[in-house]
């Protein structure tokens, strides 16, 4: 077992966050997570009705009694969400953990704490960070450049951003952003974290409701195999390299403007790329540590795999460097 503050606070046994990704991270994904001894996560946006949401959450407490937060992500859509509905079954549901992404969470900080939610607030920068702090965020998860989805507009990589965060706030940061195996779990709580936030990884696992060929391309690919689109629109998303979202860059080269890369922008397309295995006509979001996914394990098998090889890194290798 690994005791640090995330494990003590959220009641988990293993500091491994599964994050929450559109689509994906759903019932069975994160009560796997949860089972494995990790935290599991439902992205609540995944599910276009807030009765949706709370039918997912009783779908989950009827696979696991372990602990499992939900991921609520304030971003720009084309359709209004009615945010206050969605942290009502959240609060209605009894979860007590809530990872929040995106804008500032201030608006709705008070009701969180007034049900005594904890959250964990998601950015990707130091200044973000020091906001969450200030408006009582409880953890900061930092998201460095080699993550999947929104890595912000400054590119600073997780060996530098995580020890800055670390050394700037006074409440806990998890590491996100190129974690994956244990060598980069020993590594975060090297630099000051206190757990790990892992999504691309979770993605190539048995339990993840993703289409297998999607998993397939995700052995195959190389750390290379990931860009960067949107950033004409200061909305930076890193994505699988493929034909669609090499579409989308050449428009923006070409100064294409939002309402007319919108089309090509719906999380629908990513959404039927999942269920079909059809990867080349979506963005699908993707992290560098692509480069590191050689297998597709259960959940639990990953989760071991991470703890035990890392007690051996600490134990053996790490231990006998010193003289």
């Known amino acids: ?18 994050g929450g990704m559109m689509w994906i991270s759903k019932a069975e994904l994160a009560a796997a997570v949860s089972e494995a001894g990790g935290l599991g996560i439902i992205t609540a946006l995944s599910f276009d009705k807030p009765e949706k949401l709370a039918e997912e959450i009783d779908k989950a407490k009827n696979l696991t009694d372990k602990p499992f937060g939900v991921n609520l992500t304030f971003l720009p859509t084309l359709r209004p969400v009615n945010y206050d509905a969605y942290i009502d079954v959240i609060v209605d549901k009894g979860i007590r953990i809530i990872e929040t992404a995106g804008r500032n969470p201030e608006p709705y900080m008070k009701k969180l704490k007034e049900n005594d ?5 998601k950015c990707t920068s130091v200044r973000h960070a020091l906001k969450a702090q200030k ?3 409880d953890f900061v998860s930092i998201d460095g450049f080699e993550c999947a989805g929104h890595p912000g507009e400054d590119d600073v990589t997780s060996l530098i951003l995580i020890p800055r965060a ?8 998890i590491a996100s952003g190129g974690f994956g195996d244990a060598r980069g779990f020993v ?3 090297a630099l000051g974290a206190e757990g790990v936030n892992m999504g691309t990884r979770f993605v190539a696992t048995k339990e993840a409701p993703v289409h297998e060929n999607i998993k397939q391309i995700l052995i195959e690919a190389k750390e290379t195999d990931t860009m960067l689109v949107e950033r004409s629109l200061k909305n930076t998303v890193r994505v699988l390299k493929n034909k669609h979202a090499e579409k989308i860059l050449e428009m923006e080269k070409n100064g294409a403007t939002l309402q007319e890369l919108a089309p090509l922008l719906s999380g629908l397309r990513g959404l039927e790329a999942i269920k ?14 692509v480069g590191l996914i050689n297998d597709i394990p259960t959940v639990k098998e990953l989760i071991d795999d991470i703890v035990n090889e890392a007690k051996k890194i600490i134990k053996n290798r790490l231990a006998n460097i010193i003289d």
Not at 117 to 121: D, L, R, S
């Open 1 to 18: 077992m690994f005791k640090t503050k995330l494990t003590e606070r959220l009641g988990i046994k293993y500091p491994i966050i599964q």
């Open 117 to 121: 939610i904890i959250v964990i607030h």
């Open 135 to 137: 408006i009582g965020c």
């Open 166 to 173: 670390v050394d700037e706030l006074d409440i806990p940061v």
């Open 187 to 189: 590594a975060a709580l």
């Open 276 to 289: 079909t295995g059809n990867a080349d006509d979506a963005l699908f979001a993707c992290g560098q540590v």
